[in-house]
Each structure stands twice: as C-alpha cells, then as structure tokens.
Nanobody, 123 residues
Framework: QLQLVESGGGLVQPGGSLRLSCAAS????????IGWFRQAPGKEREGVLC????????NYADSVKGRFTASRDNAKNTVYLQMNSLKPEDTAVYYC????????????????WGQGTQVTVSS
C-alpha cells in the first residue's frame, strides 16, 4: 500500500519551531518531488513549498520565506519541513504530497497525499 504519513505537529508558542516529517511507505521517494501544503480554518488549502528529487526547494508562499525550509533523507524515505519563527497565522493542517519528477504548486498535480498533521501556534 502506497502511503505518506506526516508527524511532528503540535502546539507551539509564537516564535517557536517545529519540524514536520513525511514518511513514505510502499514506494521510494527517490523519484518524487514532495510538496508541502497547508489548510487554515475557513480557508482553502495552499501550497507552501516543494522539495525536488535533487533537494532543491521551490517556495509557493511568500509568508514563509526565510522561515520554512524543506529537506529530504532518501535513505530514510522521509522528507522534513523545518518551521522556524512560527506565527499564529501559520496555524493550519499541514499536508505532504508526492508527485513524480518535478515540483508543482498545484494540488491536482500530486498523486499521493498524507492525512495531515495539525500545527497550532498560540500563546
């Protein structure tokens, strides 16, 4: 069964950090670009950033530039989203998604999705 599982979400104070993980099972992430998306309450899901097969990142949300970075460990079949200097407006359910070959900012371009992990930024 092909599956993506996110973890690492939780409650954090403004200015804090979290690292989300996206672990794949049933397939190798070596051949996939991984996108990170988020959906805040009452809002549509939006693209945050994507990490390519080679490890380069493409940012889709200006609001996270300089604060969020993605990395991948193909040996562990896992991709990470490091989130620093978190703000209350970062509160959302975060999803990872996989697509073959290249990054895309469009949800419809992704073939596999995780179930999401909640991130809440609040004092």
């Amino acid at each position: 069964q092909l599956q993506l599982v996110e973890s690492g979400g939780g409650l954090v104070q403004p200015g804090g950090s979290l690292r989300l993980s996206c672990a794949a099972s049933g397939f190798s992430l070596d051949y996939y670009a991984i996108g990170w998306f988020r959906q805040a309450p009452g809002k549509e899901r939006e693209g945050v950033l994507c990490i390519s097969r080679g490890g380069g990142s493409t940012n889709y949300a200006d609001s996270v530039k300089g604060r969020f970075t993605a990395s991948r460990d193909n040996a562990k079949n896992t991709v990470y989203l490091q989130m620093n200097s978190l703000k209350p407006e970062d509160t959302a359910v975060y999803y990872c998604a996989a697509r073959q070959r290249f990054c895309s900012g469009y949800e419809s371009a992704y073939h596999y999705w995780g179930q999401g992990t909640q991130v809440t930024v609040s004092s």
